[in-house]
């Protein structure tokens, strides 16, 4: 985990660096100022005169005790411009994150046991036109319905679930449904192809031979071992859920990451690109680590190989 973000840190830094013209310091310092009392002490203050392995030290160093520098804009602290926003991002993601396995694993067991009929031809094609509709165009159709026509859910806003839990769930509904839309055809299908694949085997036909019922067959026999492809697909998709998360952010008016991460790219503001890039690298690896540990539970041959 920490040798993912440290080089995850390193390659933004190092591409920050050489995309603009003179770096970070012709970005940080004014504009043919480097000699006033004021641009020698950012010079100072940002390590400008080093090169770039130590400049990222000192920024490594710095992030490791949770200052990650502070933005080149405004002067505030990124850790405090970020810190009252992460928790709005996270709650969207992670809801997302579980909305989409709980609704994604019932509907694949339901396209497996209506295979081969008209209502499971239906669900498939359903669930292949949620994975082919992008993340963004969803948002604009949702936001049109119910919050332009009917009036029921807000159409932009946030209100922290401190303030009010009804206002919370009212700005979290469209979202959350906008980002589970777009990844819940996958998480389905998986499971479907996963478990008809596993529907093949010989202890399946063993017990269907005992006489038990297919459903009972589906959650006592096949859904264990079926449910690693879904894990291993989960883990790719968490990539997709960070970045639909931030789109979906900017779509609905929510001042999260989302929009630190669009006005810090339009301002070229160095160091809240960091600080934005570093979370979201983190919330990958630590979700990935998760899902490596429950692969650990599942399945016993990677406890064998370990």
């Given amino acids: 985990m920490v040798a993912t973000t440290a080089a995850a840190s390193l390659f933004v830094f190092l ?23 004021r641009a020698r002490q950012l010079i100072d203050e940002f390590h400008l005169d080093a090169n770039i392995v130590v400049r990222y030290l000192h920024w490594v160093g710095g992030a490791v005790r949770g200052d990650f520098g502070r933005s080149t804009i405004s002067g505030d602290s990124v850790t405090n411009i970020l810190l009252p926003r992460l928790s709005i991002s996270l709650e969207i993601m992670l809801v997302g ?5 709980l609704i994604g694993l019932p509907l694949g067991l339901l396209a497996v046991a209506r295979d081969g009929r008209r209502g499971g031809t239906a669900l498939n094609l359903l669930l292949g ?33 401190s303030d009010s839990f009804t206002e919370n769930v009212k700005g979290l509904v469209l979202p ?23 529907m093949e085997s010989e202890f399946v036909a063993a017990a269907r031979g005992k006489g038990l019922s297919t459903s009972y067959i589906l959650f006592r026999h096949t859904l264990r071992p079926a449910s690693l492809g879904l ?21 609905f ?24 890039t570093t979370y ?9 680590t998760i899902v490596d540990g429950l692969m650990l539970l599942l399945d016993p041959r990677v406890r064998r190989r370990r």
């Avoid at 991460?261 to 934005?276: A, H, K, M, P, Q």
């Avoid at 979201?280 to 990935?288: C, K, P, Q, R």
């Fill in 15 to 37: 591409l920050l660096e050489i995309s603009l013209p003179g770096g970070f310091r012709a970005v940080v310092l004014p504009t043919g100022d480097s000699r006033s009392p």
């Fill in 97 to 101: 994150f579980a909305l989409t396995v």
């Fill in 129 to 161: 036109l949620s994975q082919s509709v992008p993340v963004f165009v969803t948002p604009i159709f949702l936001i049109a319905l119910f919050a332009v026509q009917l009036r029921w859910l807000p159409a932009a806003g946030w209100t922290r679930i």
């Fill in 176 to 198: 959350i449904t906008a980002l589970v839309m777009s990844e819940v055809g996958i998480v389905a299908r998986i499971v479907r192809a996963d478990v008809l694949r596993v």
């Fill in 231 to 251: 894990i291993n697909v989960m883990a790719l998709n968490i990539s997709s859920l960070l970045t639909g998360a931030l789109v979906i952010e900017l779509l």
């Fill in 253 to 276: 008016g929510i001042g999260a990451i989302g929009q630190v991460l669009l006005e810090s790219t339009l301002n070229r503001d160095l160091y809240l690109i960091l600080g934005v």
């Fill in 280 to 288: 979201a690298v983190g919330v990958y690896v630590v979700l990935n």
